[in-house]
């Protein structure tokens, strides 16, 4: 059975920064796009970021962009997500997830959680003062 195990969230304060990691197993990431996704309590699930294993194209959400980073490293066979300038908007749980749709990822509906397969179980970030 695949599975993601996410790690690295905690509380920090506004202008920090975290890295949350995204351990899978039981498959590897080469033919899978990873997107990282957030749930605040209220909001809706929203996509943050994508790697896609074909080529390594990278996607952002527009409230990220030029703030978190996300990255892979197929030895570890384990995607990154660097986050700088942590916002108190940025609170929320994250979740990594799996998806073998590389063209839909591609044709730009990385945001589309629908779209995945797998996912973990999430981890905390708290930003806050």
């Known amino acids: 059975q695949v599975q993601l195990v996410e790690s690295g969230g905690g509380s920090v304060q506004p202008g920090g920064s975290l890295r949350l990691s995204c351990a899978a197993s039981?498959?590897?990431?080469?033919?899978?796009?990873i997107g990282w996704f957030r749930q605040a309590p209220g909001k809706e699930r929203e996509g943050v970021s994508c790697i896609s294993s074909s080529d390594g194209s990278t996607y952002y959400a527009d409230s990220v962009k030029g703030r978190f980073t996300i990255s892979r490293d197929f030895a570890e066979n384990t995607v990154y997500m660097q986050m700088d300038s942590l916002k108190p908007e940025d609170t929320a749980v994250y979740y990594c997830a799996a998806s073998p749709r590389l063209f839909e990822i591609h044709r730009g509906s990385w945001e589309a959680w629908a779209l995945y397969d797998e996912w973990g179980q999430g981890t905390q970030v708290i930003v806050s003062s």
């Open positions: 039981r498959f590897t990431l080469d033919r899978y796009a």
